[in-house]
């Protein structure tokens, strides 16, 4: 039974990172697998493009992964159905996930390594941590496959609404319903020190502030000194710029 359960734990991990085709059993062409690297590299830069293992590497590595891996996501086709990726985008997705985190989930503080290596010019600790707090949305410290897949379905394939809930829920950090001040200017000195040398020595040192100003001035309809989330969806949608960036994100993957 145990033997049983094991193979069908290697056949869900093989079908999910495109190591292996469920409805011929046999491995991809290296073309397809080369697709499916250079995909990646794109929307990961992080991620190193490797020499592709042989058949007997490929049976030693599952053995090691079978050993190692603490989390194994669900089935490809239960994450297809509660996302809009496709089956080909999850493998995507899933083969670069597994390159950076083996063990199935990621922590903040390797979030923060991983994430530091696309702005190595600045410091990004602490933007990481606000954006490591919106995808572990079960607050047990870690993220998984299937977090990351939720945080990138909105992000990528939710409605103009669902995107923008979502940057709501990153800038209220204590989560309360409403962003002050003082949580706006938070964000906008994280995304400063993260820019670092585009940004220094020209930035000033109240932009920052001036930008939180120019914030409540657009979204702070009633001047009661908080946003809320309706006062953010409708500024938000009324604002050219906001929506010509939001589709920016539809076709990423």
């Given at each position: 039974?145990?033997?049983?359960?094991?193979?069908?734990?290697?056949?869900?991990?093989?079908?999910?990172?495109?190591?292996?085709?469920?409805?011929?059993?046999?491995?991809?062409?290296?073309q397809?697998?080369?697709?499916?690297?250079?995909r990646?590299?794109?929307?990961?830069?992080?991620?190193?493009?490797?020499?592709?293992?042989?058949?007997?590497?490929?049976?030693?590595?599952?053995?090691?992964?079978?050993?190692?891996?603490?989390?194994?996501?669900?089935?490809?086709?239960?994450?297809?159905?509660?996302s809009?990726?496709?089956?080909?985008?999850?493998?995507?997705?899933?083969?670069?996930?597994?390159?950076?985190c083996?063990?199935g989930?990621?922590?903040?503080?390797?979030?923060?390594?991983?994430?530091?290596?696309?702005?190595?010019?600045?410091?990004?600790?602490?933007?990481?941590?606000?954006?490591?707090?919106?995808?572990?949305?079960?607050?047990?410290?870690?993220?998984?496959?299937?977090?990351?897949?939720?945080?990138?379905?909105?992000?990528?394939?939710?409605?103009?609404?669902?995107?923008?809930?979502?940057?709501?829920?990153?800038?209220?950090?204590?989560?309360?319903?409403?962003i002050?001040?003082?949580?706006?200017?938070?964000?906008?000195?994280?995304?400063?020190?993260?820019?670092?040398?585009?940004?220094?020595?020209?930035?000033?040192?109240?932009?920052?502030?001036?930008?939180?100003?120019?914030?409540?001035?657009?979204?702070?309809?009633?001047?009661?000194?908080?946003?809320?989330?309706?006062?953010?969806?409708?500024?938000?949608?009324k604002?050219?710029?906001?929506?010509?960036?939001?589709?920016?994100?539809?076709?990423?993957?």
């Amino acid at each position: 039974m145990k033997a049983k359960d094991r193979d069908q734990s290697l056949s869900d991990s093989r079908e999910l990172d495109g190591s292996y085709d469920p409805l011929t059993g046999n491995a991809p062409s290296s073309q397809t697998k080369k697709t499916i690297k250079q995909r990646f590299l794109k929307l990961l830069p992080c991620c190193r493009p490797t020499a592709a293992p042989s058949i007997a590497e490929n049976s030693i590595e599952d053995d090691f992964e079978l050993s190692t891996v603490c989390h194994r996501p669900e089935g490809l086709d239960k994450l297809q159905e509660q996302s809009k990726f496709t089956k080909k985008e999850l493998q995507v997705l899933y083969r670069g996930f597994k390159n950076e985190c083996p063990s199935g989930v990621v922590n903040e503080e390797t979030f923060k390594l991983i994430y530091s290596q696309f702005f190595p010019q600045g410091d990004s600790s602490t933007y990481a941590h606000f954006l490591f707090e919106a995808f572990d949305t079960n607050k047990n410290g870690s993220v998984s496959f299937e977090d990351f897949v939720a945080g990138l379905n909105i992000i990528l394939r939710g409605s103009i609404n669902d995107r923008l809930n979502w940057a709501f829920n990153l800038y209220d950090l204590n989560k309360d319903g409403c962003i002050t001040k003082e949580e706006m200017l938070d964000i906008m000195k994280s995304i400063y020190d993260m820019m670092g040398n585009y940004t220094y020595p020209c930035m000033q040192d109240d932009a920052p502030r001036e930008h939180v100003e120019n914030f409540f001035q657009k979204m702070d309809r009633n001047k009661d000194g908080v946003v809320t989330i309706d006062e953010f969806i409708e500024s938000c949608q009324k604002d050219e710029n906001i929506m010509q960036s939001m589709q920016l994100f539809e076709n990423v993957i």
